[in-house]
Each structure stands twice: as structure tokens, then as C-alpha cells.
T-cell receptor
Framework: ETGVTQSPTHLIKTRGQQVTLRCSSQ?????VSWYQQALGQGPQFIFQ???????GRGNFPPRFSGLQFPNYSSELNVNALELDDSALYLC??????????????FGPGTRLTVT | RKEVEQDPGPFNVPEGATVAFNCTYS??????FFWYRQDCRKEPKLLMS???SGNEDGRFTAQLNRASQYISLLIRDSKLSDSATYLC????????????FGKGTRLHILP
């Protein structure tokens, strides 16, 4: 087990709604990254938080936003849900520093279905 | 050219054989490289980091070729339990960090 937890495990939402996903990072890790993984695809990088600030972002629209808290846990918020947002959302924690990203450890994911 | 490319497979390999995957990347500023494995409907699990000097962990060997911008993974004496999707990951540092996963290579080990 990686020690990274995510909640909820499954979620069903309606198009246009908003959703908040949560992640608790592994003890000692200061960086959290979020990914979207559609079926049959590799994880797509959404963004990363390092010490409570966004430290990198992939090609996702502004309706995808996040937060990192002082204890390094994190939230992913998605507004105005679209059908294509249906996917597995993965959170990964790692230690990071000025020389880059170290190994990431993933949580089990939240499976979001938008109807 | 895609940022990170992998042959999707599937690679169907008899148990005990050696199999190798490559992964190419387009950003020459990439600094960190990793291999992950992902079982069906599970989260990715770190297999190994890829260092400039190459590294080995039991039956697994990873290599980095910066000149040709690819990383490789070699699995020797393959086991049935090696059946999974193998994902390469590249971290490019620039104005901000960007982490790119390949789409993965599916491996089936045949008894």
C-alpha cells in the first residue's frame, strides 16, 4: 500500500454539476499531482501542487481547479461537468525539490461517471 | 511528434522469454524518467526510476538514451504475473513542471 488515499471511490454526477475529489498524500510527501485517465489511455496530467501552490498544469480548462492544504492533502474541483469528464481520477504524492520530481505513489483513484 | 510515445502492443510473450519495450520522448529538457506498471482497473504502481547510468532491479533493467531521446525497459525470465500495462513517464522541467505519461504498452505473458 502506498499510503495515498482518495475519496470517494466512485461518483455519479449529472452534466453541468460540480464535483470535489479528495486526496491524502503519503506521510513526508509535499507534492500532489492529479491525473485523468480515460479507458484505454495513459493518465493525463491535470496539475500539480507543491507546498500549497500550483506548480505545473497540463492542457485542462480552468473549470478544473485544485487546492493543497498545509498538511499536503489536496482537492480537485471540476465545475460544469461534461460527459467527457467521465474517467478515473488519480492522485499521486511525491517528494519534490529544486532538482525535480521524485517517484510518485498513486492512490486507488476515484471513478467519476457523468450522465 | 507526440510528447511521449509507446508501442501500445499487445506483446504476447511466452513465459520465461525476454521482452523489451521502448519509449520515446520529444522534449530534450526532460529530466526524470520512470517506468510504472498498471494492472487492469488498478492504479499505476512505480516499477523503477530510470537513471542516466541505467539501473537494474532483479529481472528488470531500465536504460536511458538521451542522444536518441528514448528510455527502455527489459524484462528477463518473464513470469505470468508480469502481465500488465507498462507506462513510461517523463518529467520535463521548464517554466513549471510537466509530467507526461505514455499511453502504455500491454504485455501478456503466455503459459
Amino acid at each position: 500500500e502506498t499510503g495515498v488515499t482518495q475519496s470517494p471511490t466512485h461518483l455519479i454526477k449529472t452534466r453541468g454539476q460540480q464535483v470535489t475529489l479528495r486526496c491524502s498524500s503519503q506521510s513526508g510527501h509535499n507534492t500532489v499531482s492529479w491525473y485523468q485517465q480515460a479507458l484505454g489511455q495513459g493518465p493525463q496530467f491535470i496539475f500539480q501542487y507543491y507546498r500549497e501552490e500550483e506548480n505545473g498544469r497540463g492542457n485542462f480548462p480552468p473549470r478544473f481547479s485544485g487546492l493543497q492544504f498545509p498538511n499536503y492533502s489536496s482537492e480537485l474541483n471540476v465545475n460544469a461537468l461534461e460527459l467527457d469528464d467521465s474517467a478515473l481520477y488519480l492522485c499521486a504524492s511525491s517528494s519534490s525539490g529544486p532538482t525535480g520530481i521524485y517517484e510518485q505513489y498513486f492512490g486507488p483513484g476515484t471513478r467519476l461517471t457523468v450522465t | 511528434r507526440k510528447e511521449v510515445e509507446q508501442d501500445p502492443g499487445p506483446f504476447n510473450v511466452p513465459e520465461g522469454a525476454t521482452v523489451a519495450f521502448n519509449c520515446t520522448y520529444s522534449n530534450s529538457a526532460s529530466q526524470s524518467f520512470f517506468w510504472y506498471r498498471q494492472d487492469c482497473r488498478k492504479e499505476p504502481k512505480l516499477l523503477m526510476s530510470v537513471y542516466s547510468s541505467g539501473n537494474e532491479d532483479g529481472r528488470f533493467t531500465a536504460q536511458l538514451n538521451r542522444a536518441s531521446q528514448y528510455i527502455s525497459l527489459l524484462i528477463r525470465d518473464s513470469k505470468l504475473s508480469d502481465s500488465a500495462t507498462y507506462l513510461c513517464v517523463v518529467n520535463a522541467r521548464g517554466r513549471d513542471d510537466k509530467i507526461i505519461f505514455g499511453k502504455g504498452t500491454r504485455l501478456h505473458i503466455l503459459p
